[in-house]
């Protein structure tokens, strides 16, 4: 087994309006190989050697394993802004998983390849080839997404 030491850390920029208590990522914090930003954020380096998380890009794949993640928690409404923040880290694209998470927006559709952020990191990390013990643990959906994606573990 890899500690996640071994890779560059997984960066998650949470949007402040995102609500902590409802955050899916929120048990990461404080663990080995997560570094939580709070956008916006005031950086002036490039972020070499990282890919962003993000629909349209190439996909995500085992080859990709040795780089560092980055990963926007934000509703789809908000995360524009933070996609622009970030515009010049190339984008990685998941596989075709399917969100367990319940989604109730009545003003905005979300895109049909969204995913809670947790389910993004899980899914990442499954297709880097990374461990994955853990991460859902905390998620209360949890068993479903596993359930529904079992074709692509």
Wanted: one cysteine or more; hydrophobic letters at 35%.
């Amino acid at each position: 087994m890899t500690s996640p030491e071994e890779f560059p850390p997984t960066i998650i920029v949470v949007h402040p309006k995102e609500k902590r208590s409802k955050c899916s990522v929120e048990p990461l914090r404080g663990t080995p190989g997560f570094e939580f930003w709070k956008f916006p954020v005031d950086r002036t380096e490039p972020m070499t050697g990282y890919y962003r998380l993000g629909i349209g890009g190439p996909q995500l794949t085992p080859e990709d394993r040795n780089s560092g993640l980055l990963v926007l928690d934000a509703t789809w409404k908000l995360a524009g802004p933070m996609e622009e923040a970030f515009d010049d880290v190339p984008i990685r694209s998941l596989n075709s998983w399917k969100t367990a998470y319940p989604r109730k927006s009545k003003l905005f559709e979300d895109p049909a390849e969204g995913l809670a952020t947790i389910e993004a990191v899980f899914a990442a990390y499954s297709q880097l080839g990374r461990p994955t013990d853990g991460l859902l643990d905390s998620y209360y959906w949890g068993e479903k997404f596993l359930e529904i994606n079992s074709d692509l573990l």
